[in-house]
């Protein structure tokens, strides 16, 4: 079990991150609740699974309370039946900047040509380095949020 107060800062990946990136995985989410403020996650990734719920956003989208619970795979897969429609499928690439992990997310299916960026810090304050491959923020834009990626996929609005 893991609750923890998360703060992240999110952007639009514009360069060539690739050489920073130490590993890769692909994921598929769902979501058993999208409502603003309250999201209820269930992840897989490899043979794995997991539950996360999210609470609301404050200070401008930076901060939000987590929880997470890892699951079997079975029960990942089993929970999926639960989900709202619209999974999301990502390849999510973490690189090291600075002493800092960015977790990139390439989007697939609804959400092609996405490719965000997330670094998570220990307080709103901390300073870390934007490596060169980093575009526009986009922390708080609740378009980029995932659970409204499902319902408002970004071939429908892409700027």
């Known amino acids: 079990m ?3 107060l998360e703060i992240e800062r999110k952007y639009i990946v514009t360069g060539n991150f690739l050489p920073d990136v130490i590993r890769s995985e692909r994921f598929r989410q769902g979501y058993i ?8 996650r269930v992840r897989i990734a ?3 699974g997991w539950l996360t719920i999210k609470g609301p956003s404050q200070d401008g989208g930076l901060s939000r309370y987590e929880f997470e619970q890892e699951l079997s795979l079975q029960d990942a897969e089993e929970l999926f039946l639960l989900c709202e429609p619209g999974a999301i499928e990502k390849t999510r690439h973490w690189a090291i900047v ?8 390439l989007f697939h299916g609804a959400n092609e040509g ?13 300073s870390f380095t934007l490596p060169n ?6 922390t708080g834009d609740r ?11 970004y071939k429908d609005w892409k700027e």
């Open 98 to 105: 600075d002493g800092h992990t960015w977790e990139i997310d």
């Open 2 to 4: 893991h609750t923890v």
């Open 114 to 126: 996405l490719l965000l960026a997330e670094i998570e810090l220990v307080s709103a304050d901390e």
């Open 143 to 153: 378009r980029y949020y995932n659970s409204m990626l499902t319902q408002y996929p």
């Open 33 to 40: 609740s999208s409502q603003p403020g309250r999201t209820v």
């Open 133 to 138: 491959w980093i575009g526009k923020e986009v």
């Open 46 to 48: 490899g043979e794995k």
